[in-house]
């Protein structure tokens, strides 16, 4: 993958300066994304904290892109803001993804699920759930291993 570093922070405030200069995702050409991870993991499924490891996946409906711009910030905005609290520990980072005039998607990426955090995770989906019960147009809430072949799902919420 080609990446371009936009911005790197370290507080609150350095984030909400580096947002407030970027682009909405529903301003991206098809077939861009936006990479949110923390320090020192790349957003590569194959590396790292995110090999072995999975993806909430949040399937957003293109009605006037506003969901996807909402997600993506209200997603964002919870992850600074530790609003995941004990949870944050499991999460690896977070994706926007346009790739199709019909659906994008906001993916949050989890550390590998084992016997002893499996929980957790399913816990993550459960927050992840409650955008669902919100104004948000969300077609779907799955979670995925990253290396899984198909497209079948481990976890459909």
């Not at 919870?78 to 977070?94: A, H, N, P, V």
């Amino acid at each position: 993958m080609n990446f371009q570093k936009l911005f790197e922070v370290s507080t609150v405030k350095q984030f909400i300066e580096a947002y407030n200069q970027t682009k909405l995702p529903s301003r991206l050409p098809l077939g861009a994304s936006y990479f949110f991870f923390k320090n020192g993991i790349q957003p590569m499924w194959e590396e790292g904290p995110n090999r072995g490891a999975g993806a909430w996946i949040i399937e957003v409906a293109n009605v006037i892109n506003n969901d996807l711009n909402l997600i993506w910030s209200d997603l964002l905005f919870t992850l600074i803001s530790d609003g995941f609290k004990e949870l944050s520990c499991y999460l690896c980072g977070i994706t926007c993804n346009v790739r199709h005039k019909q659906s994008q998607k906001v993916t949050i990426w989890t550390v590998k699920t084992t016997l002893n955090n499996y929980e957790q995770i399913i816990k993550i989906g459960r927050i992840l759930q409650t955008l669902k019960q919100n104004v948000y147009e969300i077609k779907s809430i799955k979670y995925k291993l990253h290396n899984r072949l198909s497209n079948n799902f481990d976890y459909v919420l």
